[in-house]
């Protein structure tokens, strides 16, 4: 049985998904700006990640023991034709960071956008130096280059990886 299930964001996530937001921490990892996110801006985000996309798939992650929602994960900039998108995870919740929980959701992830959306290669954007570059090695992504000084954190520029798998990558 797998640790974590992914199902589709609903409104009751409102309260968990505001205090993520609103996480300064986790912007530092991630390595995007942090802005202050009022009730009505995570309202009208998540109303917004709670419908039909093309372009976009939303999703939470959640325990399966206890169906606690710990974090979300993402494909966006779906590409239909090249058959290509980018994946974002997040484990809001701090205690449930590095238990595993980031390999199983995505491992569910890349089966569902292989396998029943047909997509031929996903990639993702990680800040050097993010412990996660490790997580997503294991899944199977690798190093395809280098955005040099793409992100201003914590007063200075750092660069960022871009790495990817493709679904014949382990065939």
């Given at each position: 049985m797998e640790p974590v299930y992914l199902r589709a964001l609903e409104s009751d996530d409102l309260e968990r998904t505001h205090k993520w937001h609103n996480d300064h921490r986790m912007y530092n990892i991630m390595g995007g700006t942090f802005h202050y996110v009022s009730r009505a801006t995570e309202e009208e985000w998540l109303r917004k990640k709670q419908a039909y996309s093309p372009q976009e798939v939303s999703l939470a992650i959640c325990l399966t023991e206890t169906s606690q929602h710990i974090g979300n994960i993402y494909l966006r900039a779906i590409d239909w034709i090249a058959?290509?998108?980018?994946l974002q995870i997040w484990i809001g919740e701090p205690d449930q960071r590095s238990r595993g929980y980031g390999y199983a959701a995505i491992s569910l992830f890349l089966k569902y956008a292989f396998d029943t959306l047909g997509l031929r290669r996903i990639y993702l954007y990680v800040l050097e130096g993010n412990p996660?570059?490790?997580?997503?090695?294991?899944?199977?992504?690798?190093?395809?280059?280098?955005?040099?000084?793409?992100?201003?954190?914590?007063?200075?520029?750092?660069?960022?990886?871009?790495m990817g798998l493709c679904v014949d990558d382990n065939a």
């Open positions: 058959r290509h998108a980018e996660s570059i490790r997580l997503y090695e294991k899944c199977g992504f690798i190093v395809e280059g280098k955005l040099r000084k793409h992100a201003f954190i914590g007063g200075e520029f750092k660069d960022f990886f871009i």
